[in-house]
Structure formats: structure tokens, C-alpha cells
């Protein structure tokens, strides 16, 4: 009879599992790519992210917030959003996992409004 343990932390593997079904999404991608240099409110962020209607960016900012890779700063009548430092981590390993590849740069806007862009 075996004396180890075949004990997995399940735990540590459901939360790995939820991450990445929360980053498989190319819309969470997006977002987290669009607040990589800056914050930006909700309509900054529909700017960069065409197609997408303001409650489905919302629930997507609201998802990733609880993962606790987006931050929330209210300014006023305004919510800047902005990565967390374990959004900024993982966002430089999927771009590291991604070298070599086409460029993640997800602004496709002919001529920016945003006040807090970097495009």
C-alpha cells in the first residue's frame, strides 16, 4: 500500500478553473487589454469595444472585479475602472504566452473621445 497522499487541493484547482472560463471570454479579454495603460469609465470603455452594449460591459466589469482583476474608483457620478495588481499580473502572462503571435491591441476607434486613452 501506497504511504503518500493522492490528495488534490481541489480548491486551488476550481479557482484556476474559474479563472480561466472568466479570461476564455474575448470580450473580458478586451476590456482587460483596454485598461492595461489606463482607467476608464464605462462609456470610455465602449469606445474600444464596438458591438458592445453598455449593460453586457457592465456585467463583464462587474465579473472580473469579483475576480478580483479589475479595481473601481468612483469619481463623482462616474466609476473609473482599472487593473488590479493581479489583473496586471495575469495580463502579463497571457501576453508573455502570447509572444510571437498577432498583437492583443484591441482599440479599433478611428479618432478616440476618451479622456484617459492612450490610443
Known amino acids: 500500500m501506497n504511504s503518500y497522499s493522492t490528495h488534490t487541493p481541489t480548491t486551488s484547482i476550481d479557482n484556476l478553473s474559474a479563472l480561466l472560463k ?3 471570454d474575448p470580450t473580458r479579454l ?3 487589454l483596454t485598461l492595461h495603460k489606463n482607467e ?3 462609456s470610455d470603455c465602449m469606445c474600444h469595444l464596438p458591438g458592445v ?5 457592465s456585467h463583464h466589469l462587474a465579473d472580473l472585479r469579483k475576480a478580483g482583476l479589475v479595481e473601481a474608483n468612483k469619481q463623482g457620478l462616474k466609476v473609473y475602472y482599472s487593473l488590479s495588481n493581479r489583473g496586471q499580473e495575469i495580463l502579463s502572462a497571457l501576453t508573455n504566452l502570447n509572444k510571437g503571435e498577432e498583437s492583443m491591441s484591441t482599440c479599433s476607434c478611428q479618432k478616440c473621445v476618451c479622456q484617459n486613452c492612450a490610443c
Not at 53 to 57: F, G, P, Y
Request: hydrophobic share 55%; charged share 5%; net charge positive.
Open 30 to 32: 478586451k476590456i482587460l
Open 40 to 42: 476608464h469609465c464605462v
Open 53 to 57: 452594449s453598455q449593460s453586457l460591459l
Open 22 to 24: 472568466l479570461l476564455a
